[in-house]
């Protein structure tokens, strides 16, 4: 289907980009995106897909709006606190851009709903804080060969990282998991470290970029390649990583 005169309008500063034109952004219209987390990553991921004309957006988070989510998580005001951030998230960003289709997800990722789900979308975006989820993330889009963003942020540091499955390395070559019980005092360290709230929309801004450039076809620069941004040095970095062929997640053994 081709872009309506409105899309023409509401896109045409991203269709005057030549490695986008009309092509790329119809190509961004019939692509989907199924971002886990409503928190301080996914909400600038989730703002920047609806507004460049992504078709379609899953979004899965089981929490309500707290006080101290008010900080860096700019979708939700004072008064939402209590609310369900899914529900709120589509309300808003549906008045943004109601091209924009939307499936909601009110609840945890797990192993029992976590194929089912990302089989129903052409990527997969990780913008959880929680390194439990983050593997079963990883796991599931090797299993199921949907290409993965991840982007993670604590207190002055974020990274990005792009994988597409069995092509390049995957979360778990470069940080192999480990028992049940590190991996959640991993979580727990990571949640108490604290965070400035203005990184969140710089690495969800880079995350949300990487996807777009995957659908229009200049491609994400950060497939084997970790990003890593210092906002103190105001310093990014980028490692080049490889495959792990005795990788346990998506080795060749
Ligand atoms: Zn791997």
């Known amino acids: 289907m081709q872009l309506s005169s409105e899309e023409k309008e509401r896109y045409s500063r991203q269709i005057l980009i030549d490695k986008i034109g009309e092509k790329g952004q119809e190509k961004l219209k019939h692509s989907s995106a199924l ?3 409503a928190g301080g990553l996914g909400n600038p991921v989730s703002m920047y897909l609806v507004a460049s004309g992504l078709g379609k ?14 900080g860096r998580q700019i979708l939700y005001t004072t008064k939402d606190v209590g609310k369900k951030k ?3 998230v589509q309300e808003r960003l549906n008045k943004l851009n109601p091209n ?7 609840e945890r990722l797990s192993n029992l709903n976590a194929s089912e789900i990302f ?3 052409d990527v997969v975006v ?5 390194f439990e989820t983050r593997y079963l993330i990883n796991r599931t889009t090797i299993k199921t060969g949907k290409p993965l963003f991840i982007g993670a942020v604590g207190r002055f540091t974020g990274q990005v990282m792009s994988i597409l499955p069995g092509k390049t390395a995957c979360y778990n070559c470069i940080f192999p998991e480990k028992s049940p019980e590190i991996i959640h005092s991993m979580t727990d360290n990571n949640r108490s470290m604290g965070i400035l709230g203005s990184l969140a929309g710089t690495i969800g801004s880079i995350v949300s970029t990487e996807v777009i450039k995957f659908f229009v076809g200049t491609g994400s620069k950060y497939f084997n390649k970790l990003l890593i941004y210092d906002a103190l040095d105001n310093n990014f970095s980028i490692l080049s990583i490889e495959r792990d062929p005795r990788c346990k997640i998506c080795g060749d053994e």
């Open 100 to 106: 924009v289709d939307f499936d909601i997800y009110e």
């Open 35 to 37: 971002i886990i987390g």
């Open 126 to 130: 990780d913008a959880t804080d929680n």
């Open 86 to 88: 899914v529900f709120l």
């Open 57 to 70: 957006i899953g979004l899965i988070d089981a929490d309500v709006v707290s006080v101290s989510n008010l």
């Open 119 to 121: 089989l129903k979308y």
